[in-house]
């Protein structure tokens, strides 16, 4: 599959997720292609959590992503479930003005509320495209990448510096940047490539061309 040229939309539930999925991805594209990155909840309401907002924001750029293509949806934390209509709507209204060619979601195995619905719902309003899952390593049961891609060392690196951007989240242990490498090296191992990141495949949508 070539990235080059396309409308690619990331959506995560909460600041650190599309990080966490797919940062080296991201970081490994977003130079040619046209990239989008959509999260749901800004985690705001959490007195805790003041602090991921600013840090999203500097992980993000880490990752040549500019501000301009980091969006913050309206949704709270943790009731997704309950907005799962509002969530339908706001990613139609998504795919009207910014017309994806490709998106990374999360995994269907992923068992966190928040992120079970926004995929559910992704399916739902972005039917006709390509949708692969990532995988947040803390809520992921039965995870299994059918679609690998691979990253350069350079792009593992650049994700490790942007999970270190988040001060907030530095103890816990799936901001470790070893496992953060380890999963690339292992998700390679299956390419037969240093380093790859792999998602589960929700839908491919291809044609065979001349």
Same mark, same amino acid.
């Given at each position: 599959?070539?990235?080059?040229? %396309?409308?690619?939309?990331? @959506? #995560?539930?909460?600041? !650190?997720? $599309?990080?966490? +999925?797919?940062?080296?991805?991201?970081?490994?594209?977003?130079?040619?292609?046209?990239?989008?990155?959509?999260?749901?909840?800004?985690?705001?309401?959490?007195?805790?959590?003041?602090?991921?907002?600013?840090?999203?924001? %500097?992980?993000?750029?880490? @990752? #040549?992503?500019?501000? !301009?293509? $980091?969006?913050? +949806?309206?949704?709270?934390?943790?009731?997704?479930?309950?907005?799962?209509?509002?969530?339908?709507?706001?990613?139609?209204?998504?795919?009207?003005?910014?017309?994806?060619?490709?998106?990374?979601?999360?995994?269907?195995?992923?068992?966190?509320?928040?992120?079970?619905?926004?995929? !559910?719902?992704?399916?739902?309003?972005?039917?006709?495209?390509?949708?692969?899952?990532?995988?947040?390593?803390?809520?992921?049961?039965?995870?299994?990448?059918?679609?690998?891609?691979?990253?350069?060392?350079?792009?593992?690196?650049?994700?490790?510096?942007?999970?270190?951007?988040?001060?907030?989240?530095?103890?816990?242990?799936?901001?470790?940047?070893?496992?953060?490498?380890?999963?690339?090296?292992?998700?390679?191992?299956?390419?037969?490539?240093?380093?790859?990141?792999?998602?589960?495949?929700?839908?491919?949508?291809?044609?065979?061309?001349?």
């Amino acid at each position: 599959m070539n990235f080059s040229g %396309k409308r690619v939309l990331f @959506l #995560g539930a909460h600041p !650190d997720d $599309i990080e966490l +999925g797919c940062g080296a991805l991201l970081h490994h594209i977003v130079g040619q292609t046209d990239v989008l990155c959509v999260t749901l909840s800004d985690n705001q309401t959490n007195p805790d959590l003041k602090n991921v907002l600013d840090e999203h924001y %500097k992980s993000m750029s880490v @990752l #040549g992503v500019s501000k !301009d293509k $980091i969006v913050f +949806g309206p949704f709270t934390t943790r009731v997704f479930p309950n907005a799962r209509q509002d969530i339908l709507e706001y990613f139609l209204k998504l795919r009207q003005e910014f017309n994806p060619d490709l998106i990374f979601t999360h995994s269907k195995q992923d068992v966190h509320q928040d992120h079970n619905t926004m995929t !559910d719902e992704a399916l739902r309003a972005f039917r006709g495209i390509t949708v692969l899952g990532f995988d947040v390593v803390r809520s992921s049961y039965g995870f299994f990448p059918h679609f690998l891609v691979e990253v350069s060392e350079e792009d593992v690196n650049k994700k490790v510096e942007a999970l270190s951007q988040y001060e907030t989240y530095r103890d816990r242990y799936y901001f470790n940047s070893e496992l953060t490498r380890s999963i690339m090296v292992r998700h390679g191992a299956l390419a037969e490539r240093p380093f790859a990141e792999g998602f589960d495949i929700l839908r491919i949508v291809g044609k065979f061309g001349d």
